[in-house]
């Protein structure tokens, strides 16, 4: 069964940037047949698409985020990153990492990590 | 404001049926097969309840469907029990510049 687990800082100032690390166990980050990802809600909202990868590196991004966006994997640790630079209030949010299929569903959803922003 | 529009909210009684619609664009909901439905219980992980707009993943019981129709996604539950009270979301692959979008969510509410 693939679990994946986010971890990072839970407090981030603004103007400074949000990293978080998504481990995956249970399987192989080298899958052809998926791809990584972050999911984020903000507080009593909905949610919003940051990016996704490829294990081989192909990335994809939110247009509305895209200019703070760097998604990364790294095959070695079996885990992908997020960081989200210039952070402002409007950031704070639950991240979830995903597990991405080929047509665009997420299937395996990490348990979230609350990131607030404030100083 | 999101990509798809989804009715804030949406209520029935045990054993009625409810429809949660998910209207797009031809960009994406009527533009691709790739329509996908969570359901997020309060405080808990959202869950995959289908995708590829008709597809099940094991587990969810077949008193859920999904159809589509033009630009307008659909998610009937059917027989609706209490655990079915929760947010739903929709989702839809939305092309190259904007690969995927979400609905702003449903809350279901069983009376």
């Known amino acids: 069964q693939l679990e994946l687990q986010e971890s990072g800082p839970g407090l981030v100032k603004p103007s400074e940037t949000l990293s978080l690390t998504c481990s995956v166990s249970?399987?192989?980050?080298?899958?052809?047949?998926?791809?990584w990802g972050w999911i984020r809600q903000p507080p009593g909202k909905g949610l919003e698409w940051i990016a996704s990868?490829?294990?081989?590196?192909?990335?994809y991004y939110s247009p509305s985020l895209k200019s703070r966006v760097t998604i990364s994997v790294d095959t070695s640790k079996n885990q992908f990153s997020l960081k989200l630079r210039s952070v402002t209030a409007s950031d704070t949010a639950v991240y979830y990492c995903?597990?991405?299929?080929?047509?665009?569903?997420?299937?395996?959803w990490g348990q979230g990590i609350l990131v607030t922003a404030s100083s | 404001q999101s990509a798809l529009t989804q009715p804030r909210s949406v209520s029935g009684s045990p054993g009625q049926s409810v429809t949660i619609s998910c209207t797009g664009s031809?960009?994406?909901?009527?533009?691709?097969?790739?329509v996908s439905w969570y359901q997020q219980h309060p405080g808990k992980v959202p869950k995959l309840i289908f995708y590829?707009?008709?597809k099940r993943p094991s587990g969810v019981p077949d008193r859920f469907s999904g159809s589509k129709s033009g630009n307008t996604a659909s998610l009937t539950i059917s027989g609706l029990q209490a655990e079915d009270e929760a947010d739903y979301y929709c989702?839809?692959?939305?092309?190259?510049?904007?690969?995927?979008?979400f609905g702003g969510g449903t809350r279901l509410t069983v009376l």
């Open positions: 995903v597990e991405m299929g080929t047509t665009w569903f997420f299937d395996y």
């Open positions: 249970g399987g192989s980050i080298i899958n052809y047949n998926y791809y």
């Open positions: 031809s960009s994406d909901v009527g533009g691709h097969n790739s």
């Open positions: 590829d707009v008709t």
């Open positions: 990868i490829y294990y081989s590196g192909n990335t």
């Open positions: 989702c839809s692959y939305g092309g190259t510049y904007t690969p995927v979008v």
